[in-house]
């Protein structure tokens, strides 16, 4: 006769009764006893060890006490300063040959089949346009980023950086492993959120998942490098300004980390308040990255997968530029009565209508951030460049800066608030579905979005009033 | 054992001796990446994080996963298939764990799988270089199924390091096959693929180590255990693993005695290899 499943699961807690409470740790001490003596019959240290042990060596520095974060900050400024300088001169081709040539051309094959003028508008202007920036743009940086990034990480880097941050981390309230999920998070926010899969306590999760969106991703590293390069590193001599630009892109990446630890300090002594638990990290040996390999694959998985997801979400944007700005209600644009209804809420918080109508167009991908403003500043404020309406136009860094400047009225205080902006608002849709769907549950999601979106305005209110108060702005 | 093998390998007539070539076999990897609609095998790929499984999956899928050496790349699995000899594997890359005991979602997908999904063949990836602690994951693998190949990895670094690791003592001591690789490096592929195979169609027959608990109290409730289990659910391939976690107070083991699943698994013979072997048998007479 068969007993029935309630009989078996009472007769084992009745056993276990019996045992005492102590069992997991007599099952996990019999399997390290087990794995202990089959290990020490199969290994035995043949010659002597190498004389000088090169990973103990570099972890004595790179997880040092002292000069972890020294070394880290310089690694993170090393990859940044490569990629400003490295991208320029690609950039310019690229707008060249995309924007430039690729723009007229296309233009005259539409003359010459005699399209429309609003499907050519639509579609060259709108679509044509809106992926090219975002390819001119966003290419150069990624595939100078993502292949150093990976060889960074191929090395065994992450673990050490790791390391470095549990400590933070569990004064925080949060995970160790948090640390890793928000590296993680500099690649793309859903993978992120999904990478934190990984931390076993519901509560420490949660903290990790609402916090990974300060860890800046792809779609909002371009627009960081643009404002570090034309408002900051132009602050500084021309021999610096690369320097200068790569640091204040590095100052941003690291106050995002402060302003995860704070939101986590916060998060488990409010609503998810807890422990923290421990964990072991394995430090792995380092490996003498396969660079060809790793040049190949960060190009091919992630900076074109990256690049695709952007073009994908930039040619619907275009067409949405394109067309708010072309359909007039009365004597105004759509996008020119949306820009003067937020005008004085940017305003408030030290940027303007235009970027702020910029980030509502952009839910759906960070990346075409910098092109939309761009267009509409352009299009909405006097013609200076010639632009037609909805037209994105190709420039180089120092028209931009002339543009912002003198069309859009930009100063100092709306690039710097532009890049914490970029840093604490909002996560963009992918990750706001990816975080329903690892949470299951709206209120945290709600809280995910609107906790950012809200300390986004804080802040960014903040540094205005007391740049006014100062003088500065 | 010996004989079987030589029933199960009959030098196939029309074959010269390259047959028996390891070269030779290995020409017949055919990696299929994700086109894989049918498969003959399943094989499960597990291991500690950071021992190379994503490395081995993509050099058998021909896929290219991202590799790293960090916990929490692979959190969800990853699916690749191959072609070996004239037969169809499907790979099934897990997360990297340390243990199959405690219940954060990456160890629950590994451990879900191997048990639930019931691969043909698990692979466990151990790290030479760390062997002690790679093997707690091996024998706790050893637990839940008996075919079970060991991928000895990361042997280059181990020879860096002044160790010497004895893999045919480690397949003595575990009773399943043990691949030496450096997969980084490519070496290893091909007596991993052999192993795989051979346990795979059954040829190799293991014989896994089960952990002794040294604690006699402990051992006679696990065997009461597991006779009440096999009474109620018979034909489970697993009953002692399952007594060992229901005396933990596994919650999700629980559930999966109350709600069916495990009756499931009782229920639905393991995909034993048999009839491959048989076709092969009947060939040959």
């Known amino acids: ?473 | 054992m010996n004989a079987n093998e030589a029933v199960n390998h009959p030098p196939a007539p029309s074959a010269s001796a390259c047959a028996t070539c390891p070269m030779y076999n290995g020409a017949q990897l055919t990696r299929l990446g994700i086109n894989m609609t049918d498969w003959d095998y399943v094989v499960a790929l597990a291991g500690n994080p950071n021992t190379g499984k994503s490395t081995v999956f993509n050099a058998l899928t021909g896929l290219r996963q991202h590799t790293g050496n960090w916990p929490g790349k692979t959190v969800v699995r990853a699916e690749g298939g191959f072609l070996y000899g004239d037969k169809r594997y499907k790979l099934v890359d897990l997360p990297g764990t340390y243990s199959l005991l405690s219940t954060s979602a990456d160890e629950e997908v590994a451990r879900d799988f191997i048990l639930f999904g019931q691969p043909t063949v698990t692979v466990v990836i151990v790290d030479a270089t760390r062997l002690e602690r790679n093997l707690n994951l091996a024998l706790q693998v050893l637990e839940i199924t008996d075919r079970v190949v060991v991928g000895l990895n990361l042997m280059d670094e181990a020879k860096r390091h002044g160790l010497h690791v004895d893999e045919r003592q480690l397949a003595r001591e575990l009773g399943v096959p043990v691949a030496p690789m450096a997969a980084r490096q490519g070496e290893g592929i091909q007596t991993l693929l052999k192993a795989i195979d051979e346990v795979a169609r059954g040829v190799y027959v293991t014989r896994p180590r089960r952990i002794n608990h040294r604690d006699p109290q402990l051992e006679a409730a696990i065997a009461r255990l597991v006779r009440q289990i096999e009474f109620t659910f018979p034909g489970l391939p697993n009953a002692r693993w399952v007594a060992l976690r229901l005396l933990d107070g596994d919650e999700s083991i629980e559930r999966a005695v109350r709600d069916g699943t495990l009756g499931q698994l009782a229920q639905t013979p393991t995909p034993q290899p048999r009839p491959a072997i048989r076709m092969e048998l009947e060939a040959v007479n």
């Open chain 1, 1 to 473: 006769m068969a007993l029935n499943t309630d009989q078996l699961l009472d007769s084992a807690r009745q056993l276990r009764a019996e045992i005492g409470d102590n069992i997991h740790d007599r099952l996990t001490a019999s399997i390290y006893a087990e794995a202990e003596q089959i290990a020490s019959r199969a290994v035995t240290p043949s010659g002597q060890r190498s004389r000088f042990d090169f990973d103990r060596t570099l972890d004595r520095i790179l997880t040092s006490k002292t000069w972890g974060f020294p070394a880290m900050f310089v690694l993170l400024l090393g990859v940044f300063w490569l990629t400003i300088a490295g991208a320029n001169i690609p950039s310019q081709m690229l707008s060249t040959l995309l924007l430039d040539w690729g723009y007229t051309w296309l233009h005259q094959l539409a003359a010459l089949v005699s399209a429309p003028a609003w499907l050519a508008g639509l579609l060259i202007d709108g679509v044509y346009m809106a992926t090219a920036w975002v390819v001119a743009v966003m290419l150069p940086p990624m595939a100078i980023f993502f292949p150093l990034f990976t060889l960074l990480e191929d090395f065994g880097y992450l673990p050490r950086v790791a390391f470095n941050l549990d400590r933070l981390f569990h004064r925080a309230g949060a995970h160790g492993k948090q640390a890793l999920t928000m590296v993680m998070g500099y690649g793309c926010n859903a993978a992120g959120v999904v990478a934190t899969r990984i931390i076993e306590s519901p509560r420490e999760r949660l903290i990790a998942i609402i916090t990974n969106n300060f860890s800046i991703c792809n779609g909002r590293w371009p627009t960081l490098i643009l404002m570090g390069t034309i408002f900051i590193g132009a602050t500084a001599p021309p021999f610096l300004a690369s320097f200068v630009a790569a640091g204040s892109v590095v100052a941003v990446a690291i106050l995002g980390v402060v302003v995860t630890l704070l939101v986590s300090a916060f998060l488990s002594r409010t609503w998810l308040k807890g422990e923290a638990s421990t964990f072991s990290l394995e430090l792995p040996p380092y490996r003498p990255p396969r660079i060809w390999q790793t040049i190949y694959t960060s190009v091919i998985d992630r900076t074109l997968i990256v690049l695709w997801r952007a073009i994908v979400m930039a040619a619907p944007a275009g067409a949405v530029i394109w067309l708010s700005s072309n359909i007039y209600l009365g004597d105004t644009s759509i996008a020119g009565h949306m820009v003067s209804w937020l005008n004085p809420l940017g305003l408030l918080i030290g940027l303007n209508g235009v970027i702020l109508f910029a980030y509502i167009v952009a839910i759906p991908a960070n990346e075409i951030v910098v092109p939309t403003i761009l267009m509409l500043t352009m299009t909405l404020g006097a013609s200076l460049a010639g632009a037609q309406p909805g037209v994105m136009v190709e420039l180089d860094d120092a028209q931009v800066y002339t543009v912002l400047t003198q069309v859009g009225g930009w100063t100092m205080l709306t690039a710097v608030n532009l890049m914490l902006f970029s840093l604490l608002h909002n996560p963009c849709s992918t990750t706001i579905l990816t975080i329903w769907n690892e949470t299951r549950n709206r209120k945290w999601t709600a809280i995910a979005t609107l906790l950012p979106l809200g300390l986004a305005f804080t802040v960014t209110f903040l540094t205005a009033s007391v740049a006014r108060l100062l003088g500065w702005a």
